[in-house]
């Protein structure tokens, strides 16, 4: 059984020795910049361990690790096109290097490939469901993105509704990648939804600690100021529980804070963060936190298999959900 680490260096290698040098160049080389910018990888070694749940033969699942991150990835370029990012990665943007056209016509193409990569797995025979599973999962993304933004124009925004959008969004795709492994395996379909489920339950709690650390979390190890969320006016889910909790005064002064421009960000920043603290919010996110790991626990043991191999996944969302950075 191979290590994520392994892994990561397994599809690095593959994705050097597939570059796109085909004509014209000012479509693909904005595909290779992105492609090359780095990141942790974690889609595609997260569709490698799902293949070594149910088969030692890794490199058949590379091109599925492809194509779900030539898939990540040209959701980033819209994405960022989309928000105006300046940076990815601490680079410039594929719109801000290039331009904007370019950035949409080369995620056009990107999404394509994606579909390329996916039906060069081997048997033909496992094509139809993996592009079935691409697709809804593909599909979940982009509604995830549209909740997101209709969220920055709403001041009534519920827990749930915050849950399923990160699950859409974020999760969707960690736990789509391992099913896609699984099915590249020739794991059965309902096996490989367990999978999935994990990742999914997995990856909300991923998202749930990014919340905490971008209020809470030591600016040494984050690489950023704490509260880059409450400036933007976020409504990440420590807002969100807090509003759900807070008595009528301390609800009505939050939703001043996170409504109206302050002068003084970190005053701002400040206010917010001792409005959480003294609701025990950070501790009621914690709990939400370790009840989704324990729901991705439960459908990692339904699942036969390697049993080194779901050990090392578990090992994995423990230390993601539990990051400090």
Do not use: W
Not at 272 to 294: A, D, S
């Amino acid at each position: 059984m191979k290590d994520f680490s392994h892994l990561q260096a397994l599809f690095h290698n593959y994705l050097t020795q597939h570059t796109f040098h085909q004509e014209p160049s000012e479509l693909y080389e904005p595909v290779n910049y992105i492609l090359q910018l780095g990141g942790k990888r974690m889609r595609p070694a997260l569709a490698l361990m799902g293949y070594q749940v149910f088969d030692t033969q890794i490199e058949r699942a590379l091109p599925v690790a492809y194509a779900v991150e030539i898939f990540h990835n040209f959701s980033l370029v819209h994405d960022d096109i989309m928000d105006q990012a300046p940076l990815r990665r601490g680079q410039p943007t594929v719109h801000q290097r290039y331009d904007v056209n370019t950035g949409i016509l080369s995620g056009d193409v990107m999404l394509i490939y994606a579909y390329r990569f996916l039906l060069k797995t081997e048997p033909a025979a496992v094509h139809s469901t993996l592009v079935e599973t691409f697709n809804r999962v593909a599909i979940e993304v982009c509604e995830g993105q549209q909740m997101d933004m209709n969220f920055e124009r709403r001041n009534n925004v519920t827990m749930p509704e915050y849950l399923t959008m990160i699950e859409f969004k974020t999760a969707a795709l960690l736990g789509g990648a391992l099913a896609l492994g699984a099915l590249a395996a020739g794991a059965p379909t309902e096996q490989a939804r367990l999978l999935e489920s994990f990742g999914r339950n997995a990856g909300i709690a991923f998202q749930l600690q990014d919340d905490l650390l971008d209020a809470f979390g030591d600016p040494t190890k984050v690489g950023k100021k704490p509260g880059g969320d409450i400036v933007q006016n976020k409504k990440t889910c420590l807002i969100l529980k807090a509003l759900e909790i807070a008595d009528a005064t301390t609800r009505q002064a939050l939703l001043h804070l996170m409504a109206t421009p302050q002068p003084d960000e970190q005053a701002k920043i400040a206010q917010v963060l001792n409005i959480l603290q003294n609701l025990g919010v950070p501790e009621r996110i914690e709990e939400m936190k370790t009840n989704y790991l324990q729901k991705a626990r439960q459908d990692l043991l339904a699942v036969p298999g390697e049993a080194a191999a779901k050990e090392a996944l578990l090992q994995l969302a423990d230390a993601l959900a539990n990051r400090d950075f």
